[in-house]
């Protein structure tokens, strides 16, 4: 596959998880009253608006504003650089790898913009779940990097099958 089909497939995933995640932000930054959340489904999903200045979890809020900036920025920008890279030369990638890859870049990307342009934070608002098993607080970037691990992971099963049939 030619570095150009490789873009084909690349570009559009990132765009679309990039403009969804900040498309999202931007209208429920506008629509949501802070400390209010909204409740749907019963209270199988909650909007509740955060700002996050660590990762999943709140996983390295803790960190000093420079270490954070360092690894959430800095680090955060040099993993995406490289993820493009190496998507751009790996040989053996397939689609569902390439569009995987590409849906980690969008999502990564989502995050880092957030970053960039609000003090080192992430504005969070998504809680799922059923009674007292919740999941922690995410964004729709935080779903194009879960969707993009699963679509790699899928692409790379499928075609390790078809290698050894």
Known sequence: MSTMDRLRWLVPAALAWLIADQASKAWLKQALTPGVDLVALNGAVVVTPV????????LG????????GLVFTVGVAAVLVALLVWSLRARSLGRWELVGAGSFLGGG???LVDRLAQDGVVFDFLN???GSLRTGIFNVADVGLMVGVALFC???LVAGKRRHQ
């Open 51 to 58: 700002y996050n200045p660590g990762a999943f979890l709140s």
């Open 61 to 68: 809020a803790g960190l000093d504003d420079h270490a954070r």
């Open 128 to 130: 799922v779940g059923l």
């Open 109 to 111: 990307l989502g995050n």
């Open 154 to 156: 899928l692409g790379g």
